[in-house]
């Protein structure tokens, strides 16, 4: 049914089917569901977590899975593979008219998912939910942290818990609520935000995390969204957290910030005087060593740096990133290739001009630290002397990441480094004449 949802063929397959079979089949959450929005676990008996946090961007289907789960519990579905059923579920929004609005009588809420013969009783004036076999959900908001003490409940459903404006308070109210049954569970649902609740419960063994993206939800959503927003916001900070269900964190001592990286992004480069393509190689050709850093970028009339490319990439042979950086030069016409000759510096030289010996090829030598190398570039993006064209998520993930030591991860910085070496070669290097202006 998923595949079908995707191939946009369940059209064509429910009208040829009678209503009542259309309608047992459009709820029969075990078919259609995309295995994302289904409990972590579940084929080895429901798993052992206690929270399931649900990080998924706009319209990646965390409500419907989050409204499916009530569901499962109140009504028993699912036996063993969906944990106990549950007699008493707090659903909790971050406003009352959130809670009405989206878990209840959304589109994608409680009683939209339910056959009308199985559907709860809502009773909106007492956020109250009360199916047939006697199960009941009550609605609370965030915004009230202390009208949830005194309940307590089996099973609770928190959506958006990253905007919650009191959401730790929320939370630690929720959690003294968890007391009944066999085994209380909850399911988060929200848009990721680097708070830091969302933090501790990444942290916490007893948290089952799923990952889904707006992309995975496409059939389900419109096209002229998927081509102006996915298309406009695609690998920026906002895109990678609203539509990719990501959490991006900065680095307190990082020399960038994502702010910064955004206030400089600009959709296309204008007229270049100068291009380069700078090559950081790896020290050893290992599948698993470091990367190769290849980033391409020009300078304006005004001065102004234009980052345009970055085509690193781990594992490659030395004639294979040599390639990618020689190909790279040209298909932007770039003037020359940087490149960093610390590493075997002949060798480098050899498989360059092997691939193509016109190419002109300027050497560059470390002889100060990643950090002091760096600073002088961080401090053109201060001045507002540089700008990504485009969106560059891997390379911006190490620049917002590199602190004084180097990289959380302990890894070498390749594609920072030939970002560094790109633009000290255009802005603080030897200027050179310019030739001709390009467009990008």
């Known amino acids: 049914m998923s595949a ?5 063929s369940l059209p064509d ?5 009678e209503a009542d079979t259309a309608e047992w089949l459009l709820h029969h959450w075990p078919l259609i569901g995309r295995p994302a929005q289904h409990p972590p676990g579940a084929a080895q008996g429901g798993g052992d977590w206690l929270t399931w946090l649900v990080l998924g961007g706009r319209g ?4 419907r899975a989050g409204s499916e789960w009530v569901r499962a519990l109140a009504l028993g579905l699912g036996g063993p593979l969906m944990g106990p059923p549950a007699g008493r579920i707090a659903l909790v929004a971050e406003s009352l008219a959130d809670l009405r609005e989206v878990m209840v009588e959304g589109v994608s809420g409680i009683l939209a998912v339910h ?3 199985e559907r709860p009783n809502w009773e909106p004036t007492r956020r109250r939910l009360e199916w047939p076999n006697g199960a009941v959900a009550q609605g609370f908001s965030a915004d009230d942290p202390e009208s949830l003490r005194g309940p307590q409940f089996d099973a609770a459903w928190c959506d958006e818990l990253a905007k919650w404006r009191y959401a730790q308070s929320t939370f630690d ?18 848009t990721p935000r680097p708070t830091s609740l969302i933090r501790a419960l990444l942290a916490d063994p007893r948290t089952a995390v799923t990952r889904m993206g707006t992309a995975e939800n496409a059939a389900h959503l419109a096209p002229t969204f998927l081509e102006t927003v996915v298309g406009r916001y695609a690998g920026t900070r906002l895109g990678r957290q609203e539509l990719d269900g990501e959490l991006i964190e900065d680095r307190d001592d990082a020399l960038w910030n994502r702010a910064a990286i955004e206030a400089a992004r600009v959709a296309v480069a204008p007229p270049l005087v100068r291009l380069v393509v700078a090559v950081d190689p790896p020290a050893s050709a290992q599948r ?3 990367a190769c850093g290849i980033v391409a970028a020009g300078i304006d009339r005004d001065g102004l740096v234009h980052v345009l490319a970055d085509e690193s990439a781990q594992g490659l042979t030395p004639n294979g990133w040599g390639g990618r950086a020689i190909g790279l030069f040209h298909r932007l016409e770039a003037d020359r290739v940087v490149v960093e000759v610390n590493q075997g510096g002949d060798m480098v030289r050899t498989i360059l001009a092997g691939i193509d010996p016109a190419v002109p090829v300027t050497e560059v030598r470390a002889t100060r630290g990643k950090w002091l190398r760096a600073e002088p570039v961080a401090a053109l993006y201060e001045q507002g002397r540089v700008r990504h064209a485009g969106a560059f998520p891997a390379l911006e993930d190490e620049m917002c990441d590199f602190g004084p030591e180097g990289l959380t991860s302990g890894r070498s910085p390749d594609r920072l480094d030939a970002l560094v070496w790109a633009i000290t070669a255009l802005a603080l290097g030897p200027r050179e004449a310019a030739p001709r202006v390009r467009r990008i």
Do not use: E, I, S, Y
């Open 13 to 17: 397959l429910l009208a040829a089917l």
């Open 115 to 117: 056959p009308r013969r």
């Open 4 to 8: 079908c949802w995707q191939q946009g």
């Open 173 to 190: 109210m929720l959690q003294f609520g968890l007391r009944l049954g066999r085994r209380p569970r909850q399911m988060v649902t929200t």
């Open 288 to 290: 698993h060593a470091d």
């Open 60 to 63: 990646a289907g965390k409500t």
